[in-house]
């Protein structure tokens, strides 16, 4: 059985050290490599390779937030790889993941892909996703995070959308758009679910529909019964219906 890896480091020299370990095994073939977090989410959507050699301090996106946008996607198993001792936690000693630390030779090397592949299957393992999904949650909970970037689709080509450059977001039945000031990309989401996910003192619930990010605002204006016009840089003038006006103190404390 021929597995499928990709390795995601920053560091040129890591990689190519991952790559000659992995020339003298046969039944793994490489089909990519990233050198940031980003990068890594996109080629292992776009790959799908079983096994994920995963940096944890890349640019862009660390490799828990890599995880936390390519897991909902693909699920690969996964082997860390960290110079610093802190995060190479107790909870990765099981047999279905396993960590590499900095500087690590030959012979740590191939016990880890061995401890991996003597488990693989056409999915990982329940206590893999498990731990995971905890680990997950505990980066989540050290500090107070909200999403900065959508991974949209257009046809076979994947990228990312910065929420910085949204100018607000329009639910339509079952999908979002996204609306910058080129152009609007089409997520499939829910509104309410991924209102959850902003942050409240950019991202503002004005409508069933719409969600507007307050940099973008021109004016607010008042209308009836309680309603206001909001006008946005693009000219688009969306209304603040009376069931979310308490939101209106979040612009006005963005103003100040």
Do not use: C
């Not at 607000?168 to 039945?173: I, Q």
């Not at 909001?230 to 209106?248: A, C």
Request: glycine share 4%.
């Amino acid at each position: 059985m021929i597995l499928t890896a990709l390795i995601a480091d920053d560091e040129l020299i890591a990689r190519q050290l991952i790559k000659s370990y992995l020339s003298d095994a046969p039944h793994i073939q490489i089909v990519g490599e990233a050198s940031n977090g980003s990068d890594a989410v996109l080629q292992t959507i776009q790959h799908k390779p079983n096994l994920l050699f995963l940096d944890v301090q890349m640019p862009e996106l660390n490799g828990f937030e890599a995880l936390k946008e390519l897991w909902p996607h693909h699920q690969p198993y996964v082997v860390f790889v960290t110079a610093y001792d802190k995060y190479a936690l107790k909870a990765f000693e099981v047999n279905a993941i396993d960590y590499l630390l900095k500087p690590f030779d030959e012979e740590r090397f191939r016990q880890a892909i061995d401890r991996v592949v003597s488990r693989i299957g056409p999915q990982p393992p329940s206590e893999l996703t498990s731990l995971l999904n905890e680990l997950l949650r505990d980066k989540a909970d050290e500090r107070e995070t909200y999403l900065k970037r959508m991974l949209v689709k257009d046809g076979r080509r994947m990228s990312f959308v910065k929420l910085s450059d949204v100018l607000y977001l329009h639910s339509d039945s079952n999908y979002i758009t996204l609306q910058t000031r080129q152009q609007g990309h089409i997520v499939y989401e829910s509104l309410t679910l991924l209102e959850q996910r902003l942050d409240p003192s950019t991202f503002v619930r004005i409508n069933r529909s719409y969600i507007i990010n307050l940099d973008y605002v021109v004016e607010v204006e008042t209308y009836f019964n309680g309603e206001y016009h909001v006008k946005m840089t693009n000219g688009q003038v969306l209304k603040w219906t009376r069931f979310y006006r308490d939101n209106i103190k979040a612009f006005y404390a963005k103003k100040e």
